[in-house]
T-cell receptor, first 113, second 113 residues
Framework: GESVGLHLPTLSVQEGDNSIINCAYSNSASDYFIWYKQESGKGPQFIIDIRSNMDKRQGQRVTVLLNKTVKHLSLQIAATQPGDSAVYFC????????????FGTGTLLAVQP | EADIYQTPRYLVIGTGKKITLECSQTMGHDKMYWYQQDPGMELHLIHY???????EKGDLSSESTVSRIRTEHFPLTLESARPSHTSQYLC????????????FGSGTRLTVV
């Protein structure tokens, strides 16, 4: 079936640098996208979301960019900190009121001191 | 703090035993979900519920069953545990009206020996 995939399984960055985590999705009907952060031994935590009628959304130190033309989603983390080390998942909602999210494989972000 | 609780956090059990993984949420969310996740891997939807007395199977076939007798409670049961059931089980809930994605519990790490 349709799936969400990530380009890079592991991303290693220096503390203080900016991080960019990418995600490709395949369902053009998806209308809602979310980034989750999952720390070891915990459940995924909501970071930021974006609807398909937007290109960009900013949060605290995080920005999500959506390019519907190439079905690409990215998460930018500014001034990456050791506490940002985790696995990051993108998820897409196929649309409508079903609110059924499909998750990608995940990218491990490793922040080097 | 997430208002969704899973118990137990860790469970080691022998083959053939019946087990129930508990999940409760205090947010009044109408939708609830169970995901199965192997270490470092993506989340696979195994069951979901859109309200009381409503349950559906997810994208990944599972021998488990669920029930939704009360809005806040969504237990998952394995009638006869097998080593292939060893995994992490994550419960989540969402509010259709809020459109803010899912809130996840901390998960249950199940090991069947």
């Amino acid at each position: 079936g349709e799936s969400v995939g990530l380009h890079l399984p592991t991303l290693s960055v220096q503390e203080g640098d900016n991080s960019i985590i990418n995600c490709a999705y395949s369902n053009s009907a998806s209308d809602y996208f979310i980034w989750y952060k999952q720390e070891s031994g915990k459940g995924p935590q909501f970071i930021i979301d974006i609807r398909s009628n937007m290109d960009k959304r900013q949060g605290q130190r995080v920005t999500v960019l959506l390019n519907k033309t190439v079905k690409h989603l990215s998460l930018q983390i500014a001034a990456t900190q050791p506490g940002d080390s985790a696995v990051y998942f993108c998820a897409e909602n196929y649309g409508g009121a079903t609110n059924k999210l499909i998750f990608g494989t995940g990218t491990l972000l490793a922040v080097q001191p | 703090e997430a208002d969704i609780y899973q118990t137990p956090r860790y469970l080691v059990i022998g083959t053939g035993k019946k087990i129930t993984l508990e999940c409760s949420q205090t947010m009044g969310h109408d939708k609830m979900y169970w995901y199965q996740q192997d270490p470092g891997m993506e989340l696979h939807l195994i069951h979901y519920s859109y309200g009381v007395n409503s349950t559906e199977k997810g994208d990944l076939s599972s021998e488990s069953t669920v029930s939704r007798i009360r809005t806040e409670h969504f237990p998952l049961t394995l009638e006869s545990a097998r080593p292939s059931h060893t995994s992490q089980y994550l419960c989540a809930s969402s509010d259709t009206r809020a459109g803010r994605g899912y809130t996840f519990g901390s998960g249950t790490r199940l090991t069947v020996v």
